[in-house]
């Protein structure tokens, strides 16, 4: 991802964390919507074996290790992207809903089962 398209600088561990966290605000099981338009995001997905099912989608745990790092919330919310409540929800800002993180289509596998 070039810099234009990446203007907060998010690493490759922040930019897969935050691509995880909006496609949860997506699915009603996990999102629960705020009257500020942030959106928090809970029942976070654990692995099983070298995957995890997100909605339709197939995550590969390798991309997702972000969900369980402290490190990457603490950044994300140091740029305005989340209000961290680590390691049970994150509350999705407006700001973190829109970012375009360019990841979805590589690290959202859809699955035929």
């Known amino acids: ?3 234009r398209n990446n203007p907060l600088g998010l690493n490759a561990l922040q930019l897969k964390t935050l ?26 997905p654990r692995p099983h074996g070298d995957h995890f099912h997100l909605g339709t989608a197939v995550v590969l745990a ?12 603490a950044a994300l919310e140091r740029k305005g992207l989340i209000r961290s409540e680590f390691p049970v929800a994150a509350v999705l ?3 973190g809903l829109a970012y375009d ?13």
């Not at 390798?62 to 919330?73: I, K, Q, T």
């Not at 990841?103 to 959202?108: D, G, S, T």
């Open 1 to 3: 991802m070039s810099p």
């Open 19 to 44: 691509t995880l966290l909006q496609a949860l605000a997506q699915i009603s099981d996990h999102a629960q919507s705020l009257e500020d338009g942030a959106v928090r995001v809970s029942q976070l």
């Open 101 to 113: 993180t360019g990841l979805a289509r590589q690290i959202l596998h859809e699955a035929g089962h």
């Open 62 to 73: 390798r991309d997702a290790s972000g969900l369980a790092n402290p490190a990457a919330w």
């Open 93 to 95: 800002t407006a700001a």
